[in-house]
């Protein structure tokens, strides 16, 4: 493993002591500074180049970087690029071309300029499109990490009811980014859903929705020959079982959810009306 690979598994962020530790030695180190291939934030913390920005300019402006720009560093699932620099200042001026959050109540990353995964979640659930907000929780709620009961109690009174309406839809488990947003999807447009439901000759599928049809959401894995074939006996056995299928992918779920939708209402339209009753 080289040392780039290695910050990659620290979300691009680590101490000289968890380099010394993996085995990498000052002069590997020296080296790929030398080469540009990683940047000293400060003493004694090394990044990529591509996280050292953000990370740079909190430093120079003593605040904590938080909501979608501290994403990265707690590993949570995100679906917008963090464009702009999500920083919480206290009380001193932001920089020009940043975002500006309140000030941090809970204790910070030990040892970046990051705010810590409460104030991260509750700054993003006040800040970004809901669906956004929705899968950074969703992951640090299924890992353990935090407790939505805990950021509800955070969360009080009505100039909060947009936030604590988001917390309504973090489901009790997720496997992929794609479920927590399609779930969502379906739920707003009011279809009774049932997940991670155990079919006969089918196994687990992602969905069932109104009792008659399953969707599946696919990501790149999917795409792979093992897992199409799969896919493709899993989508037979489906039929067969008598219930009808459908699959979608990552563009489908993330770019265009209000198709996913229509498609899916139009099915069960044509199901209500027996439009695929023998003839």
């Not at 030695?25 to 953000?54: F, N």
């Not at 990501?219 to 897992?227: A, C, D, F, I, N």
């Amino acid at each position: 493993m080289d040392i780039e690979t290695f910050l990659r598994t620290r979300s691009g962020v680590t101490k000289a002591s968890a380099l010394r530790a993996a085995g990498f030695t000052h002069t590997a180190r020296d080296k790929a500074l030398a080469a540009g291939r990683i940047v000293r934030i400060r003493r004694g913390i090394y990044s990529l180049p591509a996280e050292a920005g953000a990370l740079g300019m909190a430093l120079r402006h003593n605040a904590l970087l938080t909501c979608l720009s501290a994403a990265p560093t707690y590993g949570l699932w995100t679906v917008l690029d963090a464009g702009t620099v999500h920083l919480s200042p206290g009380h001193k001026p932001t920089p020009p071309g940043t975002l500006a959050h309140g000030r941090c109540l809970h204790p910070p990353h030990p040892w970046l300029p990051v705010a810590g995964l409460a104030d991260v979640l509750i700054h993003a659930l006040r800040c970004l499109p809901e669906v956004e907000s929705l899968v950074m929780v969703q992951c640090a709620a299924q890992r353990g990490d935090i407790t939505v009961e805990f950021l509800r109690r955070k969360l009080p009174g009505n100039r909060n009811a947009r936030a604590r309406a988001i917390l309504d839809n973090v489901i009790p488990r997720a496997d992929s980014i794609l479920e927590v947003l399609a779930n969502y999807h379906f739920r707003r447009a009011g279809l009774h859903v049932r997940r991670h439901v155990e079919l006969p000759g089918v196994g687990e599928v992602d969905f069932l929705i109104e009792e008659c049809l399953v969707v599946e959401t696919d990501g790149g894995s999917h795409l792979e020959p093992r897992q199409v074939k799969k896919d493709r006996k899993r989508n037979n056995a489906t039929v067969i079982g008598g219930r009808l299928g459908l699959r979608f992918g990552y563009d489908d779920v993330v770019n265009y959810p209000q198709r996913m939708v229509a498609e899916v209402m139009a099915v069960l339209e044509l199901c209500r009306r027996g439009g695929f009753s023998a003839r």
